[in-house]
């Protein structure tokens, strides 16, 4: 079976422009739910180029579960771990005591979380065009990883 980690990482870049035009009409809960997934796509297109699945939507696990050599900054982890947050409130009333999502999200966080999403497609884009070792030595990769899920 061929490797998709390409079609993974071109999805990745088509939600991050997403984000920025939901970011553009003022649908910031959009815009940060298109982001964390852009960055969640991005990290699933590196484990992809290294053979390896990736089971999950925590972009920060998903980061720290890399290679050591392939792993990011402390700053581009805290990036994930803000992006995580967008993962559910940003969909579902019931995250918040009243109101819907729409209530609660403000355009500064919008645009953190395109620049966070865009600093993980940069960083995962960087390794698979440049790679450090051989992509494909399995014994790097987390044994804790699960077989990835379709539509994960």
């Given at each position: 079976m061929p490797s998709r980690y390409e079609d993974w990482l071109r999805?990745?870049?088509?939600?991050s422009t997403h984000a920025q035009h939901a970011l553009e009409d003022g649908d910031?809960?959009?815009?940060?739910?298109?982001?964390?997934?852009?960055?969640?796509?991005?990290v699933k297109a590196l484990f992809r180029?290294?053979?390896?699945?990736?089971?999950?939507?925590?972009?920060?696990?998903?980061?720290?579960?890399l290679p050591e050599l392939?792993?990011?900054?402390?700053?581009?982890?805290d990036g994930a771990k803000e992006l995580d947050k967008h993962y559910i409130p940003s969909r579902y009333p019931n995250s918040f005591d009243e109101g819907a999502p729409l209530d609660y999200y403000t355009k500064d966080e919008a645009i953190r979380s395109i620049s966070h999403a865009r600093a993980i497609i940069t960083f995962c884009e960087g390794h698979i065009r440049q790679p450090k070792t051989?992509?494909?030595?399995?014994?790097?990769?987390?044994?804790?990883?699960?077989?990835?899920?379709?539509?994960?």
């Open positions: 999805q990745a870049q088509r939600d910031y809960d959009w815009a940060c739910f298109a982001a964390q997934q852009a960055a969640e796509k991005a180029f290294l053979a390896a699945d990736a089971w999950g939507h925590s972009v920060s696990l998903l980061l720290g579960r392939y792993r990011p900054s402390a700053a581009v982890i051989d992509p494909h030595s399995p014994e790097e990769i987390d044994p804790g990883m699960g077989p990835e899920t379709p539509g994960a």
